[in-house]
């Protein structure tokens, strides 16, 4: 079908950055002609990823403090541009874009140097809000990140202040409905009354989240518990047989489980309180749905950052110490009043990361001659 509209090409790959080329293409698909490219990365290099995932969060302070040497960079650099370059600019052939946006750093690095040949704009969303990786940022592309702490970041990189443009965090349309929770509840088919936990694990599905089932063992008050375990099928399998065990000794619980889903927005709309690893886009979902987090592991160094946001602006609480995080969550179940003090920097957080897709739709307009 032909049409008039400007062509833009949207790459992403898997983990969170699927999540935030939806978004990308829910904020533009109105108004231009978009396509999004969803390229797999290496089976090695995946894996490798996911084992730290699942099994070593704390340990990704190392590798990545490594990464970010300039001869591990270089190297690095080398690599992805020979593995992706292919691919991308056979789709850039076919597509014919006048804008690429892009929100994995290693397609970045690919369209940056291609830019020019093919004659389009690149805009590169950084997909960690604050700690991210010093290759991730492109001095030809105008980056997109997530606060003002995020653009003077930038600037120590010595990045054109024209490049580094605030937007706040790209989230999905169904997401960015405060949803009412009975109703959610109803959708689900569970009750609509019962104080609600969303146990996450993230796409991935790490093992952490583990650390909070004691905290549901012999909980005094009628509660319901969601735990959704992503791709982890271990996981799963582990935790079906195990909540069967806590519900024939704790009845006051009642235990809902889950794999990888597609419509997380209704699980995290229908809880009261969202627990589990601080990733970006479940962090950021969770203030969409104004419910407020409770983070009980990150991936070290990657995702150092997303903790700070939830103390910056008062989201929800961290506590990865595994009796702490029992007696807190414990304490909620107990009291849920204290939630409340979140509502409102809840609400204006939410409003402030939707406005990225009116930041996103400004920047090509400006762009367009």
Not at 233 to 252: A, D, M
Not at 276 to 294: I, T, Y
């Amino acid at each position: 079908m032909q049409t008039n509209k400007i062509a833009v090409s949207i790459f992403s790959t898997t983990w969170g950055h699927e999540s935030l080329g939806i978004a990308v293409e829910d904020a533009l698909k109105n108004n231009y002609q978009t396509s999004l490219n969803f390229i797999k990365p290496p089976k090695l290099g995946s894996k490798s990823y996911t084992i730290l995932y699942q099994l070593f969060p704390n340990l990704g302070k190392v590798p990545f403090k490594i990464s970010e040497t300039d001869q591990v960079s270089r190297i690095a650099t080398k690599y992805l541009y020979k593995l992706y370059i292919k691919e991308i600019e056979e789709i850039i052939k076919k597509q014919k874009p006048k804008f690429v946006i892009s929100v994995y750093f290693a397609f970045s690095l690919v369209l940056e140097k291609i830019a020019k040949k093919y004659g389009f704009t690149l805009i590169n969303i950084i997909a960690d809000p604050r700690s991210f990786h010093k290759i991730s940022v492109f001095p030809n592309a105008y980056n997109l990140v997530f606060d003002k702490k995020s653009v003077d970041y930038c600037k120590k990189l010595k990045i054109d202040p024209k490049h580094c443009i605030q937007s706040g965090w790209f989230v999905r349309n169904e997401f960015q409905q405060k949803g009412n929770k009975e109703k959610a509840r109803i959708s689900l088919g569970i009750n609509p009354k019962l104080f609600t936990i969303c146990v996450i694990g993230g796409s991935e599905g790490t093992l952490d989240i583990l650390k909070i089932l004691p905290a549901f063992l012999k909980n005094g008050k009628k509660i319901q518990v969601i735990f959704v375990c992503g791709r982890n099928k271990k996981l799963f399998n582990f935790l079906q047989s195990f909540l069967k065990v806590l519900e024939i000794n704790n009845q006051n619980t009642k235990f809902i489980l889950k794999g990888f889903i597609k419509d997380t927005y209704t699980y995290l709309q229908s809880s009261d309180l969202i627990i589990g690893k601080a990733g970006p886009n479940v962090l950021f979902e969770s203030v969409a749905a104004q419910r407020p987090f409770l983070a009980i592991s990150h991936i070290s160094g990657q995702e150092d950052g997303n903790l700070e946001i939830i103390k910056e602006y008062k989201i929800g609480f961290i506590e990865e110490d595994l009796i702490k995080a029992i007696k807190l969550t414990n304490n909620i179940i107990d009291n849920p009043k204290i939630l409340d003090r979140f509502s409102n920097p809840l609400k204006k957080l939410s409003e402030y990361n939707s406005n990225s897709f009116k930041v996103l739709n400004r920047l090509i307009a400006s762009k367009i001659k």
